[in-house]
C-alpha cells in the first residue's frame, strides 16, 4: 500500500509563505489538490514522475512552485504571496502509472495523503 505523508500547514498571513511536503513510498507523478470550507476540492498543480513536466491551476501560476526530490520520493509545493483565498486542506495524490499528463482530475490519482491544513489570514 503506498503512503502518502503531508507537512507544513500552518496559520501564515496575507503576502507570507509555507512550503508543504509530501513524503512517499515511490515514485510517481504526484500532484497537490485542495478544499476549502464548502467547497469542492480543485486542482492545485501537478509533477510528472521525472520532474520534467509541471502543471499549475490559472489561479496558483507565478505564486506557487512544485518540485521533487526522486533520492527522497518527496514532492515540496512553495507556495508564496498567499492570500486568504488560499485557506483550504492541501491533499498531495499520486498516480500508479504516469500517463504523460497533465493530471488536472482526481480520477487520474490512485493515493491520497491525509491532507494538511493551511489557513492565510487577512
Known amino acids: 500500500q503506498v503512503q502518502l505523508v503531508e507537512s507544513g500547514g500552518g496559520l501564515v498571513q496575507a503576502g507570507g509563505s509555507l512550503r508543504l511536503s509530501c513524503a512517499a513510498s515511490?515514485?510517481?507523478?504526484m500532484g497537490w489538490f485542495r478544499q476549502a470550507p464548502g467547497k469542492e476540492r480543485e486542482f492545485v498543480t501537478a509533477?510528472?514522475?521525472?520532474?520534467?513536466?509541471?502543471y499549475y491551476a490559472d489561479s496558483v501560476k507565478g505564486r506557487f512552485t512544485i518540485s521533487r526530490d526522486n533520492a527522497k520520493n518527496t514532492v515540496y509545493l512553495q507556495m508564496n504571496s498567499l492570500k486568504p483565498d488560499d485557506t483550504a486542506v492541501y491533499y498531495c495524490?499520486?498516480?500508479?502509472?504516469?500517463?504523460?499528463?497533465?493530471?488536472?482530475?482526481?480520477?487520474?490519482?490512485?493515493?491520497w495523503g491525509q491532507g494538511t491544513q493551511v489557513t492565510v489570514s487577512s
Open positions: 509533477i510528472s514522475w521525472s520532474g520534467g513536466r509541471t
Open positions: 515511490g515514485r510517481y507523478a
Open positions: 495524490a499520486a498516480i500508479k502509472f504516469d500517463s504523460g499528463g497533465p493530471y488536472y482530475t482526481e480520477d487520474e490519482y490512485d493515493y
